[in-house]
């Protein structure tokens, strides 16, 4: 829509599968910063796989020690994380973050989209509707943390 005021060219896509990787194997020494409600992962050989918890539940997927060896093993024999949801938790002492914040990344690109980019993963990051722009600005600090 903003075209051709803004070309897609002049951009370089932000690679969203390290960031994500590096949230699920290193979760546990993380989980005063962050949670999980579900991860989409696709195999070496293309095969999609999707954790879930229930969705009325507050719950990790890591509350599981089940899932945490599946969904680990998984990354360590060379698969792709496609989708992350991820719970930013609030910070009492510091007020870091006005309230918990849950960001989907990864996640709504089109295949035609993503032929585009040259089949790789989808660099979308959905974020509740209301929040600060500080509150947002620290979930994406994070992400680049996590993401080098």
Request: glycine letters at 6%; proline letters at 2%; a positive charge.
């Amino acid at each position: 829509m903003l075209n051709p005021h803004v070309v897609r060219s002049q951009f370089k896509p932000w690679e969203f599968a390290a960031g994500m990787k590096k949230l699920i194997t290193k979760q546990v020494g993380n989980e005063g910063i962050y949670t999980f409600r579900d991860a989409k992962v696709i195999d070496k050989t293309r095969i999609h796989v999707s954790f879930q918890t229930e969705a009325d539940t507050e719950r990790s997927l890591f509350s599981s020690d089940e899932t945490r060896e599946s969904l680990q093993s998984y990354l360590e024999a060379k698969s792709d994380c496609d989708g992350l949801t991820v719970s930013w938790k609030f910070f009492k002492p510091d007020k870091t973050l006005e309230k918990e914040l849950k960001t989907l990344l990864g996640v709504g690109q089109s295949q035609e989209m993503r032929r585009a980019l040259g089949n790789k993963g989808s660099n979308e990051v959905v974020v509740q509707a209301h929040c600060r722009a500080e509150d947002l600005d620290y979930v994406t600090s994070q992400f680049r943390q996590f993401n080098k």
